[in-house]
């Protein structure tokens, strides 16, 4: 059974960081690119950044987090993570581990980031 | 970067009625196309990939199609668990992107 297991999100403070890491297992993690995608509070899926199957190549939606956030991964371990600088209310979320590339798609159930003072 | 626009943003429609969500992409994304159904406090549910086809154990009832900038979902005759907000996503180029989601309500 494919799982990938979300945590490391919390309440955090504006300019504040947080690392959010993901335990997959299921199907070979090495072989496939990842993502995260967050979604806010009433609002749509928003893609946040992409990793290649080796990370030698990363990805990074450009004008919301771009800068601020560094997406990386070990393969040895099967985890993926997301170390989230400068966090802004905006940035307030529940955090998806994905892979949405390729066929099949996989989705963890999310970890829960809010920035507030 | 690709927009991925979605229409209508709500629709209504009665139980055991046919649904029609369009996706258009601002290029050709191939059939590098999914849709997601979510319903409230979920992860999304791939039901559609490649276009066309569909995941595990989704029901017949829903069927994708279309290519390049155009496609379908179209749900045949609504149950009540299929009222939900609908995604669709391209996974052609990065970087990946969503539409803004067709919320299907009951009439």
């Known amino acids: 059974e494919v799982q990938l297991l979300e945590s490391g999100g919390g309440l955090v403070q504006p300019g504040g960081s947080l690392r959010l890491s993901c335990a997959a297992s299921g199907f070979t993690f090495s072989s496939y690119a990842m993502s995260w995608v967050r979604q806010a509070p009433g609002r749509g899926l928003e893609w946040v950044s992409g990793i290649s199957a080796g990370g030698s190549s990363t990805y990074y939606a450009e004008d919301s987090v771009k800068g601020r956030f560094t997406i990386s991964r070990d393969n040895s371990k099967s985890t993926l993570y997301l170390q989230m600088n400068s966090l802004r209310a905006e940035d307030t979320a529940i955090y998806y581990c994905?892979?949405?590339?390729?066929?099949?798609?996989?989705w963890g159930q999310g970890t829960l980031v809010t920035v507030s003072s | 970067e690709i927009v991925m626009t979605q229409s209508p943003a709500t629709l209504s429609v009665s139980p055991g009625e046919r649904a029609t969500l369009s996706c258009r992409a601002s290029?050709?994304?191939?059939?590098?196309l999914a849709w997601y159904q979510q319903k409230p406090g979920q992860a999304p549910r791939l039901l559609i990939y490649g276009a066309s086809a569909r995941a595990t154990g989704i029901p017949a009832r829903f069927s994708g199609s279309g290519s390049g900038t155009e496609f379908t979902l179209t749900i045949s005759s609504l149950q009540s668990e299929d009222f939900a907000v609908y995604y669709c996503q391209q996974y052609n180029n990065w970087p990946l992107t969503f539409g803004g989601g067709t919320k299907v309500e009951i009439k």
């Open positions: 290029q050709s994304v191939s059939s590098n």
């Open positions: 994905a892979k949405v590339t390729g066929s099949p798609h996989y």
